[in-house]
T-cell receptor
Framework: AQKITQTQPGMFVQEKEAVTLDCTYD???????LFWYKQPSSGEMIFLIY??????QNATEGRYSLNFQKARKSANLVISASQLGDSAMYFC?????????????FGTGTRLLVSP | GAVVSQHPSWVICKSGTSVKIECRSL??????MFWYRQFPKQSLMLMAT?????????EQGVEKDKFLINHASLTLSTLTVTSAHPEDSSFYIC?????????????FGPGTRLTVL
């Protein structure tokens, strides 16, 4: 079974609008971490936001927030007030507590296109 | 955030040659470094995990003798693609992590685009 599922291959949003990128995960661990990364066309992976499984509050970082619903095993990324520079691939990733060496498992990504 | 560099950023080589890619953590000492490869329009696939001074742990299906990883210091890891072939053409990206806690962020290098002719 897929550990991380991103069901939206592509999303369109107009500038200044909010957009939600979906991510669901599968784990039997109680302790895990969820990450979102942005990959522009240049290729580098930019860390956006982190949510721990024990965190009671949804994580927020500037225009990024994470809608964490533990019972549903979902960790959707919300980008508010989209900007043209937000056009990129977005990857959801998970680190499980018992996995050795803290490796990340990535989803297949969602390509976001922000239009003027 | 922390800075991780990779060198070279792109390389073109002939089939049969070996290519070395360097990954450096510039402003922190990385306990663990990771190597990924990414094919066009696909996700990152973990190749191996390396800790300073010990042998790398390779993911299933990744040839150890093909992709040599050396983690000589807390700030440097190298990936050598030996006897490269066109099917090895890909985007190789490294990442580094400072600690061992689940909250510790992996910081990624800018990637190396390898083209084997």
């Amino acid at each position: 079974a897929q550990k991380i599922t991103q069901t939206q291959p592509g999303m369109f949003v107009q500038e200044k609008e909010a957009v939600t990128l979906d991510c669901t995960y599968d784990t039997s661990d109680q302790s895990y971490g969820l990450f979102w990364y942005k990959q522009p066309s240049s290729g580098e992976m930019i860390f956006l936001i982190y949510q721990g499984s024990y965190d009671e509050q949804n994580a927020t970082e500037g225009r990024y927030s994470l809608n964490f619903q533990k019972a549903r095993k979902s960790a959707n990324l919300v980008i508010s007030a989209s900007q043209l520079g937000d056009s990129a691939m977005y990857f959801c990733a998970m680190r499980e507590g018992r996995s050795g060496f803290q490796k990340l498992v990535f989803g297949t990504g969602t390509r976001l296109l922000v239009s003027p | 955030g922390a800075v991780v560099s990779q060198h070279p950023s792109w390389v073109i080589c002939k089939s049969g040659t070996s290519v070395k890619i360097e990954c450096r953590s510039l402003d922190f000492q990385a306990t663990t470094m990771f190597w990924y490869r990414q094919f066009p329009k696909q996700s990152l696939m973990l190749m191996a995990t390396s800790n300073e001074g010990s042998k790398a742990t390779y993911e299933q299906g990744v040839e150890k003798d093909k992709f040599l990883i050396n983690h000589a210091s807390l700030t440097l890891s190298t990936l050598t693609v030996t006897s490269a072939h066109p099917e090895d053409s890909s985007f190789y990206i490294c990442s580094a992590i400072l600690g061992g806690a689940i909250t510790d962020t992996q910081y990624f290098g800018p990637g190396t685009r390898l083209t084997v002719l």
